[in-house]
Structures are given as structure tokens and as C-alpha cells.
């Protein structure tokens, strides 16, 4: 917890929330922060009990984007996503003017076909990143792949639907659900399928070392999914040693 210091807030103006299961929620808000890359992630704060409470959330918004989203779980018994759960449009809450980190694509180095795999919360920030022209260009292919427990977890399919409708013969998009059965979706863990190959027969995009990966989410899942691509000769990307594996874990 840090003291009540509001030098490095902007006051925000919650614009929309939305419920996509009783656990997971996402909120597009409007404050003048300064300026982020697509992949950074930022602090979002409520004032409880006098203190300020904050916790990082990437942005799933692009700069281009005329508001700021973030995606979160509520945690039952947590202090902040209780009260965050509560806000409706008009009400006010704390974001940090800054933005953070290096999940971003000028970190990525070159290589033939992107593959992003994100768990849970962790498709946001992929779906902040391939708003952004980067990807696109850089990249012959770009397979997105999102791994969830359940169905109601899949989230931004309309979003997804418009950048298959943009690049149609550029993009795939692997939905795998792993505590139900679902028509259309795979039922694997996403580092068993990197194993197995299920997502090479499924795109018929080869993974091999000229591939770049991008990993966000959960930490267990980021570090079998590296240990398997390391089977495969595929290292970890450095800024000291640029390599093929970029990541962001989410707790
Ligand atoms: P999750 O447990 O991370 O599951 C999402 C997907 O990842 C599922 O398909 C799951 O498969 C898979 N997975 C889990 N462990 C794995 C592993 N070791 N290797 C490969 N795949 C794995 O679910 P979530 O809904 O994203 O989050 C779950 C919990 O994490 C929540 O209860 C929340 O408390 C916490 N969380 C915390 C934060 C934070 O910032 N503190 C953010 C997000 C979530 P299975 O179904 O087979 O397990």
C-alpha cells in the first residue's frame, strides 16, 4: 500500500463496465494520461479507506484508441477488484500517468510468423498489440492463441472477428478451452499443444527457430510453455541475448 500521493494520478472517468463472467471484467475509461506503447501496462488505483490501492493492469486499449481499458479478475477476497466491480459509468477512478514495461514490439526481434499465446486476462494485451500496425508488417503470419478454462472466458471475440476480417490470409486464431468440451475449440494446455504439434497441423505454420513467440499470463504456463520451445532449440529473448521468446508474466 503507499500513501495517499496523487502527483502521479490522473483522475479518470469510467466510460463503460463490462461483466463477461461473475469473475472476470474489463473497463474502458477516459483520462488524459501521457502517452504508452501498445504492451505496456499501467497502475489503476481507488482510494480505500484513505490509501491509495493500486495494481498493474496491462492496457488492452491502443494509443490510437480515444479511451483506456483494462481487463481484470475479481479476486473474492482481494481489496481492490471488489471495489472496482462497483464502478459504473461516471465514476471516478485513480490511473497512473505513466506506463510501464517492455512487452512491446520494438523488443521483439525479426523473424518469419508471430505466434502470441496468452492465458486467461492474458489476451489483452495482445489485443492492444495487434491494433497496432507492428505486428502486421513485421510479420508473415501471426497466430494468436488463447487458452481459458471455460467458454465465457473467451473474451474479445468481436474485436478477434475484425482483425480476422482485416487480415484474413495473415491471421489464425486458436481458441482452446480446457475445463469444458467445446464445438470449435481445442482442449489443451497450451504447452502441451506446442509438444504435441496440435498447433502446427491445425495452422500449418511450421514453429521453428526463425519464429518469434510472445507469452502473457500465467507463470506456470510461461514456464513449461519455454522449457518446451527450448526442447525445440527456441531461447528465451534478452535484451542482452536476443532470442525467439519474449514474455510477460501475470503474477
Ligand atoms: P488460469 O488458472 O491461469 O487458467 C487459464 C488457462 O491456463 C487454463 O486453460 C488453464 O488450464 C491454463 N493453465 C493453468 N496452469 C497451467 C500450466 N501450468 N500450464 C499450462 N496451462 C496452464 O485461470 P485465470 O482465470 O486466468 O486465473 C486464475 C486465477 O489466477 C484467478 O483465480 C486469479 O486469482 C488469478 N489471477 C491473478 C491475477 C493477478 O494479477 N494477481 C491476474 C489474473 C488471474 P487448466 O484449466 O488445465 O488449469
Redesign the pocket.
Known amino acids: 500500500m503507499q500513501p495517499i500521493s496523487k502527483s502521479n494520478w490522473i483522475e479518470g472517468t469510467i466510460l463503460e463496465q463490462k461483466n463477461w463472467t461473475d ?2 471484467a474489463s473497463i474502458k475509461i477516459d483520462a488524459k494520461v501521457n502517452p504508452y506503447i501498445s504492451g505496456q501496462f499501467t497502475r489503476i488505483a481507488l482510494e480505500i479507506n484513505n490509501e491509495i490501492i493500486s ?3 496491462s492496457y488492452v486499449s491502443a494509443p490510437s484508441d480515444n479511451f483506456l481499458e483494462i481487463v ?2 475479481k ?1 473474492p477476497n ?1 481489496i481492490l477488484t471488489p471495489e472496482l466491480s462497483k464502478l459504473k459509468s461516471g465514476d471516478k477512478i485513480l490511473v497512473n500517468n505513466n506506463a510501464y514495461g517492455y512487452f512491446i514490439m520494438s523488443e521483439v526481434p525479426e523473424g518469419d510468423n508471430l505466434w502470441m499465446l496468452g ?4 489476451l489483452g494485451v495482445f489485443i492492444s498489440l495487434l491494433k497496432t500496425n507492428d505486428p502486421w508488417k513485421r510479420f508473415k503470419k501471426v497466430i494468436l492463441i488463447h ?3 471455460k467458454k465465457g ?1 473467451l473474451t474479445y471475440s468481436d474485436q478477434i472477428a475484425e482483425f480476422n476480417k482485416r487480415y484474413p490470409q495473415q491471421f489464425n486464431y486458436i481458441k ?4 469444458e468440451k467445446i464445438d470449435g475449440c481445442l482442449n489443451a ?4 499443444a506446442i509438444d504435441n504439434g496440435i498447433f502446427e497441423s491445425i495452422t500449418n505454420i511450421k514453429i521453428s527457430k526463425t519464429s518469434q513467440f510472445m507469452i502473457c ?5 510461461i ?3 519455454i522449457n518446451n520451445l527450448n526442447n525445440k532449440g527456441i531461447e528465451i529473448n534478452r535484451r542482452s541475448k536476443p532470442g525467439n521468446i519474449t514474455i510477460e508474466k ?2
Open positions: 469473475s472476470l495494481r498493474p493492469y481484470y479478475v479476486i482481494g492465458t486467461g486476462t492474458g487458452g481459458v478454462r472466458e482452446s478451452v480446457t475445463r494446455r497450451i504447452p502441451n499470463g500465467n507463470p506456470d504456463m514456464k513449461e510453455t501475470y503474477w
